[in-house]
């Protein structure tokens, strides 16, 4: 695996309307890298929701019917820029494309029994549909910055408020709560 190495420092940006072109035209050019292999792939993440402030990363999700099958597939996403990343995380592959040393894209590839339930796709689906809640959110990302949270820390300091919302929004889908980091 290839050590992306994370930013001394975390940014977080003002919302770029620019950011779902250009998640379409990843995920345009994932498909044509290695067609056929992700019955479903989808933007999901701060970029994913109109107006919320985010880190300026493009974070995609895509199904595969066995995650045996992606690693077969390295090179060509290899050729994309997107190299594996290991996090801890034992229920995905990540792979983490960066441009100049900067993060600029993570692809999270899935299985699809699970896709329906993935707190990720949950979590962006009701912070578009309830912008209180985003806000709330970008509020609480731009405090941990400010604070001088590091990179290591500042998905832990989100944690209790993406828990929340994200366990009210599978309540509303009858769906029990489950951590949403899985480390």
Same mark, same amino acid.
């Given at each position: 695996m290839t050590a992306v190495p994370e930013p001394s420092r975390i940014h977080i940006a003002d919302y770029d309307p620019d950011w779902p072109r250009q998640a379409a035209a990843e995920i345009a050019a994932l498909r044509a890298a290695v067609p056929g292999l992700f019955a479903e792939i989808e933007h999901i993440g701060s970029t994913a929701v109109p107006g919320l402030a985010a880190k300026p990363v493009i974070d995609l999700m895509a199904a595969v019917h066995d995650l045996a099958h992606a690693p077969a597939h390295r090179a060509a996403l290899a050729g994309l820029g997107y190299q594996p990343h290991d996090n801890g995380m034992t229920d995905r592959l990540l792979y983490v494309r960066a441009e100049?040393? $900067? %993060?600029? !894209?993570?692809? !999270? $590839? $899935?299985?699809?029994?699970?896709?329906?339930?993935?707190?990720?796709?949950?979590? %962006? +689906? !009701?912070? %578009? /549909? !309830?912008?209180? +809640? /985003?806000?709330?959110?970008?509020?609480?990302?731009? /405090?941990? $910055? /400010?604070?001088?949270?590091?990179?290591?820390?500042y998905a832990r300091a989100k944690t209790a408020l993406v828990q929340e919302l994200t366990d009210r929004a599978r309540a509303r889908l009858g769906l029990p709560s489950v951590p949403v980091w899985e480390k």
């Open positions: 100049g040393g $900067v %993060r600029s !894209h993570t692809l !999270h $590839v $899935v299985t699809l029994e699970s896709w329906p339930t993935r707190n990720q796709r949950i979590f %962006r +689906d !009701h912070l %578009r /549909a !309830h912008p209180a +809640d /985003a806000a709330t959110y970008a509020q609480l990302k731009r /405090a941990i $910055v /400010a604070a001088g949270t590091g990179p290591g820390e």
